[in-house]
Nanobody, 117 residues
Framework: QVQLVESGGGLVQPGGSLRLTCAAS????????MAWYRQAPGKERELVAV???????NYADSVKGRFTISRDNAKNTAYLQMNSLKNEDTAVYYC???????????WGQGTLVTVSS
């Protein structure tokens, strides 16, 4: 069974940067698109960024130009580099393997990102 473990969250000031990591077990990683989602307090989970198995990327308008998704298939790991963070980026961030935008695996515990001065 595939498991996902997110890490790298924390408290950062507006304008700062963080790099999130998603470690995936199992053989699904290299053949699937991977995505980062986030869920802010009181809001629904939203798709933030997607990267295909060959490296094509797509981003939500709210993070375009500030966030970069990447992956290392040899390490079964995906990353989310977040720059120029804003208060509204505060959320629990999750990763998942996806088909289109549909998550395929049970959700991990996520990693909390708090942007605050």
């Amino acid at each position: 069974q595939v498991q996902l473990v997110e890490s790298g969250g924390g408290l950062v000031q507006p304008g700062g940067s963080l790099r999130l990591t998603c470690a995936a077990s199992g053989s699904i990683f290299s053949i699937r698109s991977m995505a980062w989602y986030r869920q802010a307090p009181g809001k629904e989970r939203e798709l933030v960024a997607v990267i295909t198995s060959i490296g094509s990327t797509n981003y939500a308008d709210s993070v375009k130009g500030r966030f970069t998704i990447s992956r290392d298939n040899a390490k079964n790991t995906a990353y989310l580099q977040m720059n120029s963070l804003k208060n509204e980026d505060t959320a629990v961030y999750y990763c998942n393997a996806v088909h289109g935008s549909l998550p395929l695996v049970a959700w991990g515990q996520g990693t909390l990102v708090t942007v605050s001065s």
